[in-house]
């Protein structure tokens, strides 16, 4: 199941909001660069390019959208970063999993790094329940 839209369900029940201009990311930030992630059960990909500027763009299926970002320097005492998200332009065509969505969605994650920092997963809460993944480093370059 596509990571926003799964976490989409959880901006909706309180989820903060997010600040509307992106902060920035510091340089060497281990989420910089550019991710895959094939959807379980399919042969659909989704590829996540996480800029240094605090934006993202994201393909999935036949959806493109770009979204504002901020995550926290330090991973917290689990090893989980704290990842918010909200999208600010999308094609209105569906993703991997059918679903399309809409400017202004926010959601907030937690994103947790294999020690090689090639791979990560994406929880909705910190811990290792509520996860999709592994997303694969394509690029390590801060894009």
Known sequence: MRARAVLLLLSCLGAPA?????????????ILGIWRLVVPGTEC??????????TTFVTS???VSES??????????????????????????????GNIMKPGAQVINFI?????????????????QTCI???????SEEV
């Open 18 to 30: 997010l600040a509307a201009a992106p902060a920035g990311v510091a340089t060497g930030h281990p």
């Open 45 to 54: 990909a989704e590829t996540y390019r996480f800029r240094a500027d605090g």
């Open 61 to 63: 299926a036949a959806e």
């Open 68 to 97: 504002v970002y901020t995550v926290s320097a330090q991973p917290d005492k689990q090893g989980f970063y704290r990842l918010q998200d909200r999208i600010v332009k999308d094609n209105g065509k569906p993703d991997c999993s």
């Open 112 to 128: 947790q790094f294999h020690p090689s920092r090639t791979i990560f997963l994406m929880c909705a809460d910190q811990t290792m």
């Open 133 to 139: 993944g592994p997303f694969r480093r394509v690029r």
